[in-house]
C-alpha cells in the first residue's frame, strides 16, 4: 500500500510537470504570435533552464519530487520576459517578480504550501544569486539560477544567442537609425556586431564570474563555461575572422523583421574556420542536452 501511495505521489508531479509545460508552450505560443518573443526569451530557453535545472537539483541529491519542481520552476521562470522589457521599454515591476506573482495563485491552488513556496520563490529570485550561505536553503531555486546564467548565459551557445539578441534589441535599432549606420554595407554591419557583442560581453563576464559569488562545488564548470566567453571577447579584440563571422552572421538575423528561431540559426550556421566549428559544435551539444554530461563530470569532481 506504501508503494501504491508513494507511485501516486509522484505520478501526480509528473503530470504537474505535463501541465506547467502545455500551459507555458501555449503562452509562448500567444506571445510569439504577438510578437513579443526574442531569441534570448523564447520556449527553447525555459525548457532547457527546466532541464538543466533539475540536473543540478540532481547533482545535489534532490529527489524526484524536487527535481519535479525544479523543471515547473524552469518551465514558468520567464512567464512575462517578453520582447517588450527586453527590446527597451521599461517596466515598473521587475520580469522575475511578474512572474511569480503571475503563476502564484496558481501553484498555490494545486500544490502544497512548501512546494509552492519553493517554486514561486524560484521565479521571483532567478535574477540574481543566492547568497553563499543561502545556496542549498532552496535547492529549486538554485537549479533555475544556475541553469539560467551558467548554462544559458555562458559558454559558447552565449556567444550565438547575445550576438542574434544584439540585433533584435530596441536601443540598437535606436543606434543604427541615429547614428545613419547602413547595415546594408558589411564592413559598417560587421562593426557594429562587433563593437555591440563586445561591449554587452564584457559586462557581463564582470557581472557573472566573480567565483567568489559562486559555490565552490560549481567553480570547474563555471570556468569551462566562462573560458567560452573568453575566447569570444579575445576573439573580437583581435578580429579573429571565425569569432567575427559568427557574431555578424546572428546579428545580421536578429535585425531582420522575422528572425529564424535561434537553435535553427545555430544549425544552419556555416564555420568559416576551426574557431567557430567548435563555437558551433559545442553550442549544438548544449542545445541538445549533451551539457549535462561535462556538468556531471566536473561537478562530480569537487565533490
Ligand atoms: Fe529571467
Ligand atoms: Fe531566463
Given at each position: 500500500m506504501q508503494i501504491k501511495s508513494r507511485r501516486a505521489k509522484f505520478s501526480s508531479w509528473t503530470q504537474r510537470e505535463k501541465v506547467a509545460g502545455r500551459y507555458m508552450r501555449a503562452a509562448f505560443r500567444k506571445m510569439g504570435q504577438k510578437g513579443e518573443l526574442t531569441s534570448a526569451h523564447n520556449l527553447g530557453h525555459v525548457q532547457r533552464v527546466s532541464l538543466y535545472a533539475a540536473e543540478y537539483v540532481k547533482a545535489m541529491g534532490g529527489g524526484r519530487k524536487k527535481r519535479a519542481q525544479a523543471r515547473i520552476a524552469g518551465m514558468t521562470h520567464?512567464?512575462?520576459?517578453?520582447?517588450?522589457q527586453s527590446l527597451g521599454q521599461k517596466k515598473e515591476e521587475s520580469h522575475e517578480t511578474r512572474s511569480a506573482k503571475y503563476m502564484q495563485p496558481l501553484f498555490e491552488s494545486r500544490y502544497k504550501k512548501s512546494a509552492s513556496k519553493a517554486i514561486v520563490e524560484a521565479m521571483a529570485k532567478h535574477g540574481s544569486f543566492p547568497a553563499l550561505n543561502e545556496i542549498g536553503k532552496n535547492v529549486v531555486r538554485d537549479g533555475v539560477v544556475f541553469a539560467d546564467k551558467f548554462f544559458e548565459a555562458n559558454g559558447a551557445y552565449i556567444g550565438f544567442r547575445r550576438a542574434m539578441f544584439m540585433g533584435e534589441r530596441a536601443d540598437i535599432k535606436e543606434r543604427i537609425a541615429k547614428e545613419k549606420?547602413?547595415?546594408?554595407?558589411k564592413d559598417q554591419l560587421q562593426k557594429l556586431a562587433v563593437d555591440v557583442t563586445l561591449g554587452e560581453s564584457s559586462k557581463r563576464l564582470a557581472a557573472f564570474?566573480?567565483?567568489?559569488?559562486?559555490?565552490s562545488h560549481l567553480h570547474p564548470f563555471v570556468r569551462y563555461q566562462v573560458e567560452w566567453q573568453h575566447k569570444l571577447v579575445s576573439g573580437l579584440q583581435s578580429g579573429e575572422p571565425g569569432i567575427v563571422n559568427l557574431v555578424t552572421t546572428l546579428f545580421a538575423e536578429g535585425l531582420k523583421s522575422k528572425p529564424r528561431d535561434l537553435a535553427e540559426t545555430i544549425r544552419a550556421y556555416s564555420p568559416l574556420n576551426k574557431t567557430d566549428r567548435e563555437f558551433q559544435r559545442e553550442a549544438l551539444d548544449y542545445l541538445d542536452g549533451k551539457l549535462a554530461v561535462k556538468f556531471r563530470q566536473l561537478v562530480k569532481k569537487t565533490a
Amino acid at each position: 500500500m506504501q508503494i501504491k501511495s508513494r507511485r501516486a505521489k509522484f505520478s501526480s508531479w509528473t503530470q504537474r510537470e505535463k501541465v506547467a509545460g502545455r500551459y507555458m508552450r501555449a503562452a509562448f505560443r500567444k506571445m510569439g504570435q504577438k510578437g513579443e518573443l526574442t531569441s534570448a526569451h523564447n520556449l527553447g530557453h525555459v525548457q532547457r533552464v527546466s532541464l538543466y535545472a533539475a540536473e543540478y537539483v540532481k547533482a545535489m541529491g534532490g529527489g524526484r519530487k524536487k527535481r519535479a519542481q525544479a523543471r515547473i520552476a524552469g518551465m514558468t521562470h520567464d512567464r512575462f520576459r517578453d520582447a517588450v522589457q527586453s527590446l527597451g521599454q521599461k517596466k515598473e515591476e521587475s520580469h522575475e517578480t511578474r512572474s511569480a506573482k503571475y503563476m502564484q495563485p496558481l501553484f498555490e491552488s494545486r500544490y502544497k504550501k512548501s512546494a509552492s513556496k519553493a517554486i514561486v520563490e524560484a521565479m521571483a529570485k532567478h535574477g540574481s544569486f543566492p547568497a553563499l550561505n543561502e545556496i542549498g536553503k532552496n535547492v529549486v531555486r538554485d537549479g533555475v539560477v544556475f541553469a539560467d546564467k551558467f548554462f544559458e548565459a555562458n559558454g559558447a551557445y552565449i556567444g550565438f544567442r547575445r550576438a542574434m539578441f544584439m540585433g533584435e534589441r530596441a536601443d540598437i535599432k535606436e543606434r543604427i537609425a541615429k547614428e545613419k549606420i547602413d547595415i546594408t554595407k558589411k564592413d559598417q554591419l560587421q562593426k557594429l556586431a562587433v563593437d555591440v557583442t563586445l561591449g554587452e560581453s564584457s559586462k557581463r563576464l564582470a557581472a557573472f564570474s566573480d567565483l567568489s559569488k559562486i559555490p565552490s562545488h560549481l567553480h570547474p564548470f563555471v570556468r569551462y563555461q566562462v573560458e567560452w566567453q573568453h575566447k569570444l571577447v579575445s576573439g573580437l579584440q583581435s578580429g579573429e575572422p571565425g569569432i567575427v563571422n559568427l557574431v555578424t552572421t546572428l546579428f545580421a538575423e536578429g535585425l531582420k523583421s522575422k528572425p529564424r528561431d535561434l537553435a535553427e540559426t545555430i544549425r544552419a550556421y556555416s564555420p568559416l574556420n576551426k574557431t567557430d566549428r567548435e563555437f558551433q559544435r559545442e553550442a549544438l551539444d548544449y542545445l541538445d542536452g549533451k551539457l549535462a554530461v561535462k556538468f556531471r563530470q566536473l561537478v562530480k569532481k569537487t565533490a
